[in-house]
Every structure is written in structure tokens, then in C-alpha cells.
């Protein structure tokens, strides 16, 4: 994610340090320190034992006082109000990414859409999100607000592609039992303006379910915090089977199951494919 973004800004015209645990810009981290804005792609991992953003930390710490720290990370909602705190000295902002890994570099030069979201409504911080704007490549849409509202925006997106793999897998389904082709239904679905339909082929890549590192991890985290802040238990039930059919469908077809292990414990995947076995 970050090269892509680095290869816009240099193709663009503008001076960047590269810095990652890559041999040949892991010397530049000392570099990082000469730079205005730092924007902060790296991994936020969810584990059996929660959501961790000490990658994010780790990186924002890099710059000099006075920066700007822009997290293209997924945070969970709250979290740059945390980074802030954190780190008064630098101004911490939140802004999203929607990059798929097979387009990643045509996304980020061609994006539908630049959000920047400020910690607390000031001058100062509308200038930096301003000055953010500026720098991004150009959006048909673009928008400054809450940087908890940045955040859910991301998992607005991603939450929603979730459960729409999901949708799609349960006609799928049905299909198979009651003797429907596939085809012609993806056919008319994909002509169906009301219908959002990126996710209208159940058979994806290397199986079936909502892979991908993004998907998997963020559906767990997202569940996870709204089940512990909101008093709605029929939406907790309702999360908690979309990931249990998801896991399902993800270890039958063998696909990205060392990200389910990663995000839900090998306990979780073994379990499942022992019943698998069983039936």
C-alpha cells in the first residue's frame, strides 16, 4: 500500500523518503525525520487477543515535532483520538485507503475518493487535512470530518463487501439445490443498477468466502467492538454467524486459511476442519 502511494507522489513531482522493512529503504529511517507529512501504511493486525495498532505507533514515532501524521491504516473508531494523545507534539490524522492488492497502484493513482478525518475541529487541523487534500491524487469525491467518522468509513466499506461475498455465497447455494445455473443469475445481477455487484462471483480466486487479509480481520474486529459497545444483542448474533458461515466456507475451500489462523486462532480453523472431515 505505501509503495503505491509513493510511486504517485514521486511520478507527481514530489520529494519522498521511502522507509520499510525492505533492504533497500530500511536505511531510511533516520530520514523520516527531514519530512512534512509521514504517511503511515502499515499493518493493523486483529489476533485472537484483539485489535493492535502498535505498528501505527511505531511509525508515527519516526516523525520530528511539528509533522503531520497522515494513517492510511485501518483503525478501529477512536483510535486516532489515541495516537494524538499520544503524540501531542505531531498532528495525527485518518485517512483511509480503498485499495484492492490485484489494482493497488491503478486505485491509489485513480481514487474514487479522499477522506481526512481531524481528532478535534480546529483551525490548525483543517489546515493540515487541507493541505492533505492537496497532496492526494485528485478524487470525484472528497471530504474532511471526524476522524471517528474517518475511521468507520473504512469499515462502512469493508464491512460491506463482507457480507455482500456472503449474500452472494447464500443464493449461490440455493441455486446448486433447486437446479438454478449460476451464470445467468451473475449475468443479471451485474446488470442491475441497485445492486451493488463487485462481489457477485461466489467462486473467487482460490475458493469460496471473504478473504483476503482486509476482510478477515476487519469483520473480527468490527464485531468484536460493536459487541462490546453496543447493547444490541440480535446485531452481535447476526455478526457473529456471517463469521461462523465465512470461516465455513473459507476452510472447505481451503482459501486463505493461514489468515483465518492468524485472526481467530488455529484452534478455530482445526475445529472446523475436523467437523468438515466428519460429516
Known amino acids: 500500500m505505501g509503495g503505491t502511494y509513493a510511486n504517485n507522489f514521486e511520478k507527481r513531482g514530489y520529494k519522498i523518503v521511502r522507509y520499510s522493512l525492505e533492504e533497500k529503504y530500511r536505511g531510511n529511517k533516520e530520514k523520516i525525520k527531514d519530512c512534512d507529512l509521514i504517511f503511515v ?37 477512536g483510535t486516532t483520538n489515541k495516537l494524538q494523545k499520544k503524540f501531542p507534539g505531531i498532528r495525527v490524522l485518518c485517512s483511509p485507503e480503498f485499495l484492492s492488492v490485484a489494482t493497488a497502484q491503478k486505485d491509489a493513482d485513480n481514487p474514487f475518493s479522499n477522506i481526512v478525518g481531524i481528532p478535534r475541529d480546529t483551525k ?90 482486509c476482510f478477515i480481520k476487519d469483520m473480527a474486529a468490527f464485531a468484536r467492538l460493536y459487541r462490546e459497545r453496543v447493547d444490541r444483542p440480535d446485531g452481535s448474533s447476526l455478526l457473529a454467524a456471517a463469521q461462523k458461515n465465512n470461516i465455513a466456507l473459507l476452510t472447505e475451500t481451503k482459501k486463505d486459511v493461514k489468515l483465518l489462523s492468524d485472526v481467530y486462532g488455529a484452534a478455530v480453523v482445526h475445529k472446523r476442519s475436523v467437523k468438515k472431515r466428519a460429516r
Open 124 to 213: 490548525e487541523n483543517k489546515k493540515a487535512a487541507a493541505l492533505v487534500h492537496s497532496v492526494l491524487p485528485k478524487a470525484y469525491f472528497s471530504l474532511t470530518c471526524k476522524s471517528v467518522e474517518a475511521e468507520l468509513i473504512k469499515y462502512a466499506h469493508n464491512i460491506s463487501g463482507y457480507m455482500q461475498v456472503l449474500t452472494f455465497n447464500l443464493i449461490y447455494d440455493l441455486a446448486k439445490k433447486v437446479g438454478a445455473d449460476w451464470a445467468p443469475i451473475e449475468k443479471a445481477v451485474r446488470a442491475d443498477p441497485l445492486i451493488p455487484n463487485r462481489y457477485a462471483s461466489p467462486l473467487h480466486k482460490s475458493g469460496r468466502g471473504a478473504g483476503g487479509a
Open 41 to 77: 501504511c502499515v499493518p493493523t493486525p486483529t489476533t485472537p487477543k484483539g485489535f493492535d495498532f502498535s505498528i501505527v505507533e511505531a511509525g508515527i514515532s519516526l516523525g520530528r515535532k511539528g509533522a503531520i501524521a497522515v494513517v492510511k491504516s485501518t483503525l478501529l473508531p
